[in-house]
């Protein structure tokens, strides 16, 4: 027997009802919010990821999936949407049309690491892109937005972080200052901080060693470094969340993991994760669209893992499925009358009725036990006496109440 890639996992028909749920329900909000699907390809050319999320990240050097294809290109499964995203943008000229895009996504990624609960190879995220506005009110929305997304589905109980890696030049003084600190404690760091020294120093605030953690601690904090108008950007974004009554807190060492990030950085945390506790972040960009070939364009945007996000849901009972179970079963009482059961089948799901009948010529009792199986509301019973007098039973599965209707007036029943 093959079995699945190792970090992938299959999609069962008694789980993808959860799937459905959370792909519609962040769909419709989404739609609330006025934003507007966009999908890309699921790969792309490896430079698209190079370029945009940053040669020294982790992501780039450690966990892409890359092949050459039989030109000899390279190209890379993607490993998140926004890089992919903006590339579109970019193509086909996106921004021509609307000095301000909403777009919304969901789909697979891929990552190479080692899978755990909740993380996998293969793995599937909803993200959000609010492109073309430079004001701390764009930074609110896609925040309101991620709290409305969890709301839909039934989590209400998180925590959000937030923090600022400021304008370039701010940054830069900042990342000049923690790795002259750093530097002085240079033997007593991780060997992936010593690493990082050299190729992403502000990745090292992002350490998960406990003694990294701890000489963490004196180092300096980048919100002190902040130039004026990183500040009132800052600011002002803070205060927009405080109004809203999100609850939320500030983190001076929350970086996130991409190079593009600049100003505004935010990430959803879960204590019901475990120490793998975020489900989602994202922050502002303002320089990846000109660095991927489109003009200077400010945005700001997030992803959600949901497979994370199921997890929560199934750890506070909270798990619901999309309505997709049969509303009718029809039950055939002699095999010579199915294709009465198809014509009425038929006349039903013209009416965006749920049906299912028997194919395989069972008995009454056998059909009556699949049709509670698959928790039909109803259930049609065609026999003798019902064709010859033109009228069908239809039974209640909850309340075993039944009803003779008229066989030409079947569907105009109420299978609600």
């Keep these: 027997m ?21 792909e519609s329900s962040f769909r419709n909000t989404s739609h609330l919010y006025g934003y507007k699907e966009l999908r890309t390809p699921i790969f792309e050319k490896t430079e698209v990821f190079s370029r945009g999320i940053g040669e020294g990240t982790d992501v780039v050097n450690k966990e892409m999936y890359t ?53 996998m190879r293969q793995f599937h995220q909803y993200g959000a892109e609010c492109i073309g ?39 830069k003084t900042y990342v000049a200052e923690l790795v002259k600190y750093l530097k002085s404690v240079k033997e007593k760091l991780s060997d992936d901080s010593i690493l990082r020294l050299e190729t992403n120093p502000l990745r090292i605030l992002d350490s998960k060693d406990n003694n990294d953690i701890s000489i963490l601690k004196e180092a300096p904090v980048i919100i002190d470094y902040l130039d004026e108008p990183s500040k009132i950007h800052y600011n002002e974004v803070i205060q927009l969340i405080s109004d809203s009554g999100i609850s939320f807190k500030i983190n ?39 660095q991927l070939g489109g003009p200077s364009t400010p945005a700001v945007g997030f992803a959600l893992g ?18 997709s179970s049969p509303q009718v079963y029809i039950v055939t009482a002699n095999s010579q009358f199915i294709k009465h059961s198809l014509d009425i089948s038929n006349k039903l799901r013209n009416k965006n009725i749920r049906v299912m009948i028997d194919l395989q010529k069972r008995s009454v009792k056998s059909q009556m036990k699949e049709a509670n199986k ?9 026999g003798d006496d019902e064709i010859n007098n033109g009228i069908l039973t239809i039974k209640n599965m909850q309340t075993s109440e039944q009803k003779s209707v008229p066989l030409n007036s079947i569907e105009n029943f109420n299978y609600i």
Excluded at 374 to 382: D, E, F
């Design 133 to 171: 506005s430079p004001n701390p009110e764009a930074d609110a929305e896609v925040i309101f937005l991620a709290d409305s997304l969890f709301r839909s589905v039934g989590i209400d109980d998180y925590n959000l972080f937030i923090n600022s890696l400021g304008s370039d030049e701010s940054r």
């Design 306 to 323: 949901i497979e994370r996000i199921l997890l929560i849901l199934e750890q506070t009972n909270k798990l619901r499925q999309s309505e």
């Design 374 to 382: 698959i928790g039909a509301k109803y259930v049609i019973i065609i």
């Design 252 to 290: 001076p060492r929350l970086v996130r993991g991409l190079d593009y990030y600049n100003h505004t950085v935010f990430e959803f945390q879960s204590s019901i994760l475990g120490a793998q506790d975020s489900f989602g972040g994202g922050g502002r960009y303002n320089n990846l669209i000109e």
């Design 67 to 119: 092949f050459h294809d039989k030109g000899n290109e390279s190209l890379t499964l993607r490993p998140e949407m926004t890089a992919a995203l903006v590339r579109s943008v970019v193509q086909n000229s996106l921004l021509h049309d609307s000095p301000l895009l909403r777009l919304w996504y969901f789909g697979p990624f891929f990552r190479f690491e080692r899978p755990q609960k909740g993380r």
């Design 2 to 22: 093959i079995q699945s890639v190792r970090g992938t996992k299959d999609i069962l028909p008694d789980t993808v009802g959860y799937w459905d749920f959370v």
